[in-house]
């Protein structure tokens, strides 16, 4: 069974970083587009940012600049630098992979103190 693992998240000062990562496990393919969605306590999930399997990438305007998504083909694995953090990006991370469906992960909690 195909699983996606993610980690890196925690808790970190308004204007500090965190890298995500996220792996999949089991899996005898390559994902399509891979991707970060996050949701905060009382919101609905938002997309922050893709990436397709030829590198192109797309981002939440409220991350542009800040946030830079990246992936390792070879390992199955898609990464999540994020910078200049704020309160405001405080939620759960859940890394999400396309191939012929949707698959996501467990969630990693993200959050930053003012």
């Known amino acids: 069974q195909v699983q996606l693992v993610e980690s890196g998240g925690g808790l970190v000062q308004a204007g500090g970083s965190l890298r995500l990562s996220c792996a999949a496990s089991g899996s005898t393919f390559s994902f399509g587009t891979m991707g970060w969605y996050r949701q905060a306590p009382g919101k609905q999930r938002e997309l922050v940012a893709t990436?397709?399997?030829?590198?192109?990438?797309d981002y939440a305007d409220s991350v542009k600049g800040r946030f830079t998504i990246s992936r390792d083909n070879d390992k199955n694995a898609v990464y999540l630098q994020m910078g200049s953090l704020k309160p405001e990006d405080t939620a759960v991370y859940y890394c999400?992979?396309?191939?012929?469906?949707?698959?996501w992960g467990q969630g990693t909690q993200v959050t930053v103190s003012s």
């Open positions: 999400h992979g396309k191939y012929f469906g949707n698959y």
């Open positions: 990436i397709r399997n030829g590198g192109a990438t």
